[in-house]
């Protein structure tokens, strides 16, 4: 049975469901005041429902991680108007068991974390958006568009941590080489206001919580050096060479920028090559 997996379809129909009828009073269902709707894709170009993501987590109420299908939930959509703060998150059991023709008894299994509304925990709308607007995040990217190369941001994933709803999305960087595939580059993490972003999961996390955070989450062969720490969180212990190192990669690179147009205006293609080649460099070392 281990190569079961919950449906994903048959959960995109339950929560449909769940967001109007986990309300419980009959006033409130009645003036749906209180029903929920499933956030858009915040990677997404257009407007589409965020897609349910497998993933191995722990819930409150859980031992230990467990495989398992995951959705968040926002305040009700009206209009293309919506508070993005969570309300709900929903996971669903989808570990089978490894025994043959024996279903897990836990298989299927639906759990709902229903946030206070005055808790306001920034909906996945808003942590996208946190990422995008943070000066640090968004100059390193921007600077990275202008090579020869796309930034992809990956699916904005939702784990409850610590009292809280904690966000993950890696970055990737892909050549424009008709052979090329995407790289992991980068990997943003936030939880509350503050953000981190770094080369390994690892690292954004320490940055996140201002030191060790305790997670091995395997990705430390994705070398890199690890930026300046966005969002006035404090810089994880032995990051000031690389931010001081960041920093010059990203004034040589807009300085590139600069000199190239100016060459450009006036004619001069061979300048132009060159700052070409000086902002590619600035690039690969700014990576």
Known sequence: MSHVRYP????????????????????S???NIDAWSVPNDPTAKDDVKQPPFYMSLKMPDQDKPAFQLTSSFIPQVVNNNARNVMYGFLAADSDAGNQKGV??????QLRLL??????QVPGPGQAQNKFNSDPTVSQALNLLRQGASAVLNGNLLTLPVGGGMLYVQPVYLKSTGETSYPTLQRVLVAFGDKIG??????????????GNSGATAGDSANKGQTPP???GTA??????????????????????IKAG?????????????????RLAAALQKAL
């Open 103 to 108: 279903k897990a008894a836990s298989y299927g």
């Open 235 to 256: 810089p994880a212990p032995g990051t000031t060479d690389a931010k001081a190192d960041l920093k010059a990669a990203l004034d040589d690179a807009n300085a590139a």
């Open 261 to 277: 147009q100016d060459a450009l205006a006036k004619g001069d293609f061979a300048a132009y090559g060159d700052q070409q080649k």
């Open 197 to 210: 972003f770094a080369p390994t999961l690892d690292e954004a996390l320490n940055q996140l919580f201002g």
């Open 8 to 27: 994903e379809d048959m959960f995109k129909v339950q929560r449909e469901l769940l967001g109007r009828y986990h309300v419980t009073q009959a006033d």
């Open 229 to 231: 720490t966005p969002g």
């Open 29 to 31: 269902f009645y003036t």
């Open 114 to 119: 229903q946030l206070p509304p005055e808790t």
